[in-house]
């Protein structure tokens, strides 16, 4: 157990609609990281935020948007959900902001039918 | 772990032989260097890291090798077991001056141990 957690464990919805991923980060850590797990484009960084505040982006499309709350959990908004958007989503977490070690949620499945 | 990718590269090795996976990394301003392990069905889970200005590092039963030189990166595990059968990734990050910290992934290696 890494101590990240991610909730819900597995989504599945229709195109065109929206949902949202919550992650719950590792005690003390203050970065929390997105990425994203397909068949096709492997892991893909998505979104760091660091004590609240949006450090990088990465591939992550319009239709997505993160925030990191006061208590440092994270939420990623996905909407006008297409069936490309099926993957696993991931959350990991790490003390700093820069290269550290990041440890990763057990991911959240979505399925877009 | 989750196939990654059509033509995930797999390596096969017989119990309690060493396994030694490899990856070559993509840019030369990277300095921080993580191997992950997946699983079936669960997120990456943290092996080993390695900062540039070293050239090896060593855990319990795995090693991390890196050369600068030809941007390759490479792990060893000894006594290779039956619960080391998973998808192995390298990841990246480029030095942005400590800013931030996104990792870049490799494609990953699927380990298979015969028993």
């Known amino acids: 157990d890494s101590g990240v957690t991610q909730t819900p464990k597995h989504l599945i919805t229709a195109t065109g609609q929206r949902v949202t991923l919550r992650c719950s980060p590792r005690?003390?850590?203050?970065?929390v990281y997105w990425y994203q797990q397909s068949l096709d484009q492997g892991l893909q960084f998505l979104i760091q935020?660091?004590?609240?505040?949006?450090?990088a982006k990465g591939n992550i499309l319009e239709r997505f948007s993160a925030q990191q709350f006061p208590d440092l959990h994270s939420e990623l908004n996905l909407s006008s959900l297409e069936l490309g958007d099926s993957a696993l989503y991931f959350c990991?977490?790490?003390?700093?902001?820069?290269?550290?070690?990041?440890?990763f949620g057990p991911g959240t499945r979505l399925t877009v039918l | 772990g989750e196939s990654v990718g059509l033509h995930l590269p797999t390596l096969s090795v017989q119990e309690g032989d060493n396994s030694i996976i490899n990856c070559a990394y993509s840019?030369?301003?990277?300095?921080?260097f993580i191997w992950y392990k997946q699983e079936s069905g669960k997120g990456p889970q943290f092996i080993i890291d390695?900062?540039?200005?070293?050239d090896k590092r060593q855990g319990q039963r795995v090693t991390v090798l890196l050369n600068k030189t030809v941007k390759h990166l490479s792990l060893q595990i000894a006594a290779t077991q039956p619960g080391d059968s998973a998808v192995y990734f390298c990841?990246?990050?480029?030095?942005?001056?400590?800013?931030?910290?996104?990792?870049?992934f490799g494609k990953g290696t699927k380990l298979s141990v015969k028993p």
């Open positions: 990991a977490s790490s003390v700093g902001l820069g290269a550290d070690t990041q440890y």
């Open positions: 005690s003390g850590d203050l970065s």
């Open positions: 935020y660091y004590n609240g505040e949006e450090r």
């Open positions: 840019n030369s301003a990277s300095d921080y």
């Open positions: 390695i900062r540039s200005n070293m």
């Open positions: 990841a990246e990050n480029m030095n942005y001056g400590g800013s931030q910290g996104n990792l870049i």
